[in-house]
């Protein structure tokens, strides 16, 4: 997921640091959380996939992150 993710962003000249940022979240944390080193709430999914959504057009659910809610 963290490579669709990835790619989601570069094609709109995004980046990992400017998801972060628009999510109110740190770069370190969204890192630790889609190298699965850190759980995080189903509100961070929420938010996660609004941003996704917003900033590259893509259509990311909270379902595509079942396996981090674990």
Known sequence: MKD???EA??????NFGHLAERMGYTHTYLSKVLNKKT???KR???TLCACLN???GS?????DFKEYTK
């Open 4 to 6: 669709q993710i990835k």
């Open 9 to 14: 962003l570069k094609k709109e000249r995004y």
């Open 39 to 41: 759980k995080a709430p």
């Open 44 to 46: 961070f999914f929420f």
């Open 54 to 56: 917003e900033m590259t």
């Open 59 to 63: 259509t990311f659910t909270t379902k």
